[in-house]
């Protein structure tokens, strides 16, 4: 996770993961739009070298790629950024290693050039995003989902509370036991299922928890919490659900998305997106948004 510098001045992070699935299998998942939107953010892309991959994290917030190397079911990579503008050229390489027992390993890899550290911060944080959330979620959905579309939404609000009080708001939707069974409480839209545990114990990851800003900000004050939800759905139909908070100077942004598969998928998530939307509005009346 920690950055690594090589001779030639070229910066990088990576974060890996094991997951159950063939080399093509997992493949679809990584390279193809469909599957990418599946468990990590609308993103379409066009499946060969020279092509474009666009992923969309929100309103006005598309990350425009270009791919340079395209080789299924192994490895892709994608450029990003203009020299001179923040860390300059970035490339995104994907890499798909076949384990035995019906399991691969998936790496991403983060590449720039860089003259000082002034990014490294913010690039162990993302490694440290996929570790800890987006990785997570790529298993939920290869173990229980693969090769099905999700019908997927977002919702955002913004809190002008600190992010320990926009949290225990946000916590107070559901109640999890002490077996991480999940129900919604009184008064929030329906819900149950069961919580994806976060223990962090890797020694790299506990440094950067410590020395990436974006990472340190989201857990101050939090104690031995994290601000993260992940949840594995029953209702309001087979899937999951990534709910987090993220500081952003003097507001706290809430996020929620939700995967939804299944025939009824679809009513599922007009009429969750609806009651959740709703239900933000009323926590946190500054603004909401979906």
């Given at each position: ?223 031995d919490e994290s601000p993260e939800l992940l949840l594995k759905l029953d209702r309001p139909a087979p899937g999951f659900a990534h709910i987090f908070i993220m500081p952003m100077g003097e507001i706290t942004m809430v996020s929620m998305r939700f995967y939804l598969f299944g025939d009824d998928a679809a009513a599922a ?22």
């Open positions: 996770m920690s950055v690594r510098k090589d001779k030639n001045g070229q910066r990088s992070v990576q974060a890996e993961i094991e997951v159950p699935g063939s080399p093509e299998e997992v493949w679809r998942a990584i390279a193809t739009g469909a599957g990418v939107s599946s468990w990590f953010v609308p993103t379409k892309i066009e499946e060969r070298e020279g092509g474009a991959a666009v992923s969309s994290f929100g309103p006005g917030m598309d990350a425009p790629s270009k791919i340079t190397a395209w080789n299924p079911p192994d490895s892709y990579t994608t450029e990003a950024g203009e020299e001179g503008q923040g860390p300059g050229k970035v490339a995104t390489e994907w890499i798909v290693e076949a384990r035995s027992g019906g399991t691969c390993l998936v790496r991403v890899v983060h590449r720039w050039f860089a003259d000082t550290d002034d990014w490294d911060g913010e690039f162990e944080g993302h490694a440290y995003g996929w570790a800890t959330s987006f990785f997570r979620m790529l298993n939920i959905y290869l173990t229980n989902f693969a090769g099905q579309k999700s019908v997927a939404f977002d919702l955002a609000a913004f809190n002008k509370a600190s992010g320990p009080e926009t949290w225990k708001a946000i916590k107070s939707a559901v109640h999890i036991d002490d077996n991480l069974k999940v129900k919604a409480t009184a008064g929030a839209p329906s819900l149950s299922g069961t919580q994806e545990r976060l223990e962090v114990t890797d020694p790299d990851l506990l440094r950067i928890r410590e020395s990436s800003p974006m990472i340190a900000a989201a857990l101050d004050g939090m104690g998530a007009e009429q969750a997106k609806s009651e959740w939307n709703e239900w933000l509005a009323e926590k946190f009346p500054q603004e909401a948004a979906g």
